[in-house]
């Protein structure tokens, strides 16, 4: 089974803080995704990456800086958490378009991380 | 990018079938429809995807009408574990999926 794994289930920070969010896959995946999902508003994508080293903005990127130095990890990094950031954030990953053309579409995703910033 | 739309909620008793209905009228020929579930507190999970033929897997059957404008999501037999938001989502460019606010399904007993 894909397993998708995201470091914590829960955190708390504080305004101001450097926050990090890991997220590691196993099964070999070139993509990987950040989403944050909030009331109301659905799942929204923050960025994305197709590859070792690189990475796209999504829909939300402001306020979120990201890092992949390796296939199965890619890292969502809060520069200086605010209150706004509040939210669940979930990872996910999938393969390539290469290997089929909806395969990029079937992403895996892990159990979320709920931070509250105080 | 292809638009969604479903019902906001539904109601199943366990057991029976579930049916969930999707519009996507702006689907082109070549792209798939996918559907995705989230369970409570979890993240999303896919179920299926199809393109114009009928598909069905160990999760649900997925049924894609003739002019590939609307679909339906079909669980057999319900059980309260279904209970989850479910999301019919057309494809976009790069894997970036655009989940709408999906069919909340409560199964009950």
């Known amino acids: 089974d894909v397993k998708v794994t995201q470091s914590s289930r829960y955190l708390v920070k504080r305004t101001g803080e450097k926050v990090f969010l890991e997220c590691v896959q196993d099964?070999?995946?070139?993509?990987m995704f950040w989403y944050r999902q909030d009331p109301g508003l659905g799942l929204r994508l923050i960025y994305f990456?197709?590859?070792?080293?690189?990475?796209e903005k999504g829909d939300i990127p402001e306020g979120y800086s990201v890092s992949r130095e390796k296939k199965e990890r890619f890292s969502l990094i809060l520069e200086s958490a605010s209150t706004n950031q509040t939210s669940m954030y979930l990872c996910?990953?999938?393969?390539?378009?290469?290997?089929?053309?909806?395969?990029?579409?079937?992403?895996?995703f892990g159990a979320g991380t709920r931070l509250s910033v105080l | 990018d292809a638009k969604t739309t479903q019902p906001p909620s539904m109601d199943c008793a366990e057991g029976r079938a579930a049916n969930l209905p999707c519009n996507h009228s702006?689907?082109?020929?070549?792209?798939?429809v996918y559907w995705y579930r989230q369970i409570h507190s979890q993240g999303p999970q896919y179920i299926i995807h199809?393109?114009?033929n009928n598909e069905t897997n160990e999760m649900a059957s997925l049924i894609i009408t003739e002019d590939r404008k609307s679909s339906t999501l079909i669980l057999p037999h319900a059980t309260l574990r279904d209970t989850a938001v479910y999301y019919c989502i057309g494809p976009t460019k790069g894997g970036k999926l655009i989940f709408g606010q999906g069919t909340e399904l409560s199964v009950k007993p």
């Open positions: 990456s197709y590859d070792v080293k690189m990475k």
């Open positions: 099964m070999d995946h070139e993509n």
């Open positions: 199809g393109l114009k």
């Open positions: 996910a990953s999938s393969f390539d378009g290469r290997r089929g053309v909806f395969q990029e579409n079937i992403q895996y």
């Open positions: 702006t689907i082109s020929g070549n792209e798939y």
